[in-house]
């Protein structure tokens, strides 16, 4: 590499960062997130639902002025970090111990978010361990380049653009196009259980239980959704291009809901957006 190879590099034992040292960490952590993000939506998110939410025009707005924050946060969590403790280390190159120690704290936050949050383990580990081996690696020989102002970062969002255009582009035509299953009256017909005890029971010839299922909630009230229990009717709908299910109930509870078929021909589930179409809440059920 070049850079940190034994106990007598000059700074070896330097534990404090110049200002734009961290700027070309923060923008190395932001430059890679474009490419993480196509590596997921390749190898992970084509061929899943996106559940009706889409990308967002707003979100897609918001880009530019997440990615820098990201890369800040990024490289504040995991990347300086790393280097700082690698420099502590007596022995071997640096730039290895930074790699080591960066995915070492990377699993770390990845079994934080698991305890806390419930994030599934195996799949968050790779991603926060791998995100962090570019930016160490490309730390050391960047840092010590002459950035003036604004040019590392110009740089950084013109490298960002080509990614989400070409690689996006790219991207879109590899990648498998999700397909919901074709599930005939027969198959709709049993119980269908969600979060906190929902049941929606769709009984032959049109008959529809509810047991705390999710619903629209009535005009006038500010909550995106209310749970309902009776008796009410349902139906085949589409609902936009998506074949679904339309439950009307009897009774004051609610209003009529669509559920939008999704998950697959062995694992079928029904979901149904409330409120925001970009930021609402989405609820599953999914067949016994």
């Known amino acids: 590499m070049g850079w940190g190879t034994g106990p007598g590099a000059a700074g070896r034992r330097r534990l404090t960062w110049s200002n734009g040292e961290w700027n070309v960490a923060a923008a190395l952590c932001a430059t890679q997130l474009p490419l993480v ?3 997921w939506w390749l190898f992970v998110g084509a061929g899943q639902d996106d559940y009706g939410r889409g990308g967002g025009a ?3 707005l918001c880009v530019p002025l997440i990615l820098p924050l990201l ?3 990024h490289s504040s969590a995991q990347i300086m970090p790393a280097a700082t403790a ?3 280390l007596p022995r071997g190159p640096e730039w290895a111990w930074r790699v080591l120690i960066s995915a070492l704290a990377g699993a770390g936050w990845a079994g934080l978010g698991h305890m806390v949050w419930g994030w599934p383990l195996w799949d968050t580990l790779p991603w926060f361990a791998g995100a962090g081996i570019l930016p160490v690696l490309f730390l050391a020989p960047l840092r ?3 950035w003036g102002g604004w040019s590392l970062w110009i740089r950084s969002a013109g490298i960002c653009f080509a990614l989400f255009v070409v690689g996006g582009l790219g991207v879109a035509v590899l990648a498998d196009e999700y397909e919901p299953p074709a599930l005939s009256d027969g198959q709709l017909v049993g119980d269908w259980r969600g979060e906190q005890g929902a049941v929606l029971r769709l009984a032959p010839g049109g008959r529809a239980e509810l047991t705390r299922a999710p619903a629209q909630p009535g005009f ?6 209310t749970r309902c229990s009776g008796t009410g009717t349902w139906t085949r709908e589409l609902y936009g291009h998506r074949a679904g ?6 009774g004051e509870c609610g209003e009529e809901t669509h559920w939008t078929i999704s998950g697959s021909g062995q694992h079928p589930e029904l979901f149904a957006l409330f409120g925001d179409p970009d930021a609402g809440e989405l609820l599953i059920l999914a067949r016994d």
């Open 245 to 250: 299910v339309l439950v009307r109930l009897r």
């Open 58 to 60: 707003f979100g897609v």
């Open 71 to 73: 890369g800040v946060v």
């Open 220 to 225: 006038g009230t500010y909550e995106d959704y």
């Open 144 to 146: 010590r380049r002459a």
């Open 86 to 88: 690698a420099r502590l």
């Open 37 to 39: 993000w196509l590596v």
